[in-house]
């Protein structure tokens, strides 16, 4: 499989490659060359396949031979080793839950899925792998508990000080090992200049091989599809599907699903009120705005990173795609009147970013009677406990996976928003390569 640079079609590259760069070097996001088919045995198969044994299946045709059969079991049952669960509500809503991994938040699957690449590309040279992370809040925790303890790669993380919750900031500053957190004095964005600009400044051929595992990465997005396998598998076809959408690599991963011969009936893209993907369907211009703070802020992306990846799935046509995704948006009081209704009627708790994609379920299954669908839910309400808490007047278990770090000895390097300092602090660590 090849996979070409969403700026110039004519730049392609092979899986490792696609992975080990993340992003071409003129910012161009990596897309499958096609989507691949699964044949018509895997799907009369689905109903009985758990998640791991999807993965198998699907993987390889996305990997090629660039993976080993034997080596893609094994990432795929480290990776997936805890469950996947599609709960009934009522008659027309089921929830799919994607928090039951080590850091209660979806993208586990994304972030095992690309450690257990990485783990393989290391093993086959004896070139140290240093990892940048850029982080606001739940990528980066996902990414250090994947890739703790892994031989030959560092992984550094660079997060805004004093912007990420304190259960987040413990995932990333209290693991030690190959994980270093550093902590800037700045925003988000400035963590992402800082990543991109050592990553610009990488020489070729030297002995340290400086990656980055963004949230673009393309072999996140490849396991995000492995789940609607799953959900349509277990809940039978012809339903919509309401995800709660951010920078949209969730939402995209259901298209290519869909597109991969996947019985989805429609996709919701439910958002916060950032809301430039709903504008889009509705008015047909693509619109970016500065991010908004809400009480869903994995979600609060003005410009969604994945947008051009969506669109292409689409074929570019925004009757096709205006034709197959609904989009909804939800402010703040009503993500939490919302979580305090479905408690009451049905003893469900919705975390934020799970109740925008209910309430985009509701929406759709409201204009179009008869239909049935299901909402995936992102983090485990205890990750939000004290917007949830409140709303439902009741205590939220925290899973044991998350319980060990609510307390931990915080360790992070302070720096200055400066691509200079990252600069020097990383020669000073490994030398000049
Ligand atoms: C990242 C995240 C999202 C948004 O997913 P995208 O793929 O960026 O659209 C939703 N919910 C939670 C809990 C997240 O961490």
């Known amino acids: 499989m090849l996979y070409y640079n969403l700026k110039n079609e004519k730049v392609t590259a092979g899986f490792t490659d696609a992975v080990e760069n993340g992003i071409s070097p003129d910012m161009g996001l990596f897309m499958p060359e096609r989507i691949p088919q699964p044949d018509s045995g895997f799907f009369r198969r689905l109903?009985?396949?758990?998640?791991?044994?999807?993965?198998?299946?699907?993987?390889?045709?996305?990997?090629?031979d660039e993976i080993p059969m034997s080596v893609m079991r094994q990432i795929c049952e480290e990776a997936f080793n805890f469950p996947v669960i599609l709960r009934r509500l009522d008659d027309h809503r089921q929830v799919l839950e994607l928090f039951h991994g080590p850091t209660a938040a979806f993208k586990d699957f994304g972030a095992r899925f690309m450690a257990?690449?990485?783990r393989y590309f290391s093993s086959r040279d004896d070139r140290r792998r240093v990892v940048l992370v850029a982080t606001s809040g739940d990528t980066g925790g996902a990414i250090a508990s994947s890739f703790l303890g892994a031989e030959a790669i560092d992984i550094i993380i660079l997060y805004p000080s004093g912007k990420v919750s304190a259960l987040q900031e413990n995932q990333l500053t209290t693991l030690g090992s190959n994980i270093t957190a550093i902590e800037v004095e700045g925003t988000f964005d400035d963590c992402q200049a800082m990543v991109k600009s050592a990553l610009a400044a990488r020489v070729a051929g030297a002995k340290v091989k400086l990656a980055s595992a963004n949230s673009i990465n393309i072999a996140r997005?490849?396991?995000?599809t492995f789940y609607y396998y799953f959900a349509i598998g277990h809940a039978g076809g012809g339903k919509v599907i309401s995800v709660p959408s951010g920078n949209f690599g969730n939402?995209?991963?259901a298209a290519i699903a869909?597109?991969?011969?996947?019985?989805?009936?429609?996709l919701v893209a439910a958002t916060n009120v950032n809301r430039t993907v709903p504008d889009y369907l509705r008015t047909g211009t693509f619109r970016p705005a500065p991010s908004v703070a809400t009480i869903a802020n994995a979600m609060d992306v003005g410009n969604p990173g994945n947008f051009d990846r969506l669109r292409r799935v689409f074929d570019n046509d925004y009757s096709r795609f205006s034709g197959a995704v609904s989009g909804y948006w939800f402010d703040d009081?009503?993500?939490?009147?919302?979580?305090?209704?479905?408690y009451g009627r049905t003893g469900y708790i919705l975390d934020p970013h799970g109740a925008v994609a209910s309430l985009g379920l509701d929406a759709f299954l409201e204009h179009n009677r008869g239909s049935s669908g299901i909402f995936v839910a992102t983090a485990h309400p205890a990750k939000f406990k004290r917007i949830v808490e409140p709303v439902i007047g009741r205590e939220v278990e925290v899973p044991e996976s998350i319980r060990g770090f609510l307390t931990g000895r915080k360790l992070s390097v302070q720096m200055k928003p400066s691509s200079a300092e990252l600069a020097g602090y990383l020669y000073e660590r490994y030398g000049r390569g």
């Open 47 to 64: 109903p009985q396949m758990s998640l791991p044994e999807i993965a198998m299946e699907i993987g390889p045709l996305y990997t090629g």
């Open 116 to 118: 257990g690449c990485f």
């Open 221 to 224: 997005l490849i396991p995000q």
């Open 251 to 253: 939402i995209t991963a």
């Open 258 to 266: 869909w597109r991969s011969g996947l019985d989805i009936s429609s």
């Open 333 to 342: 009081d009503t993500i939490r009147e919302h979580i305090g209704e479905v």
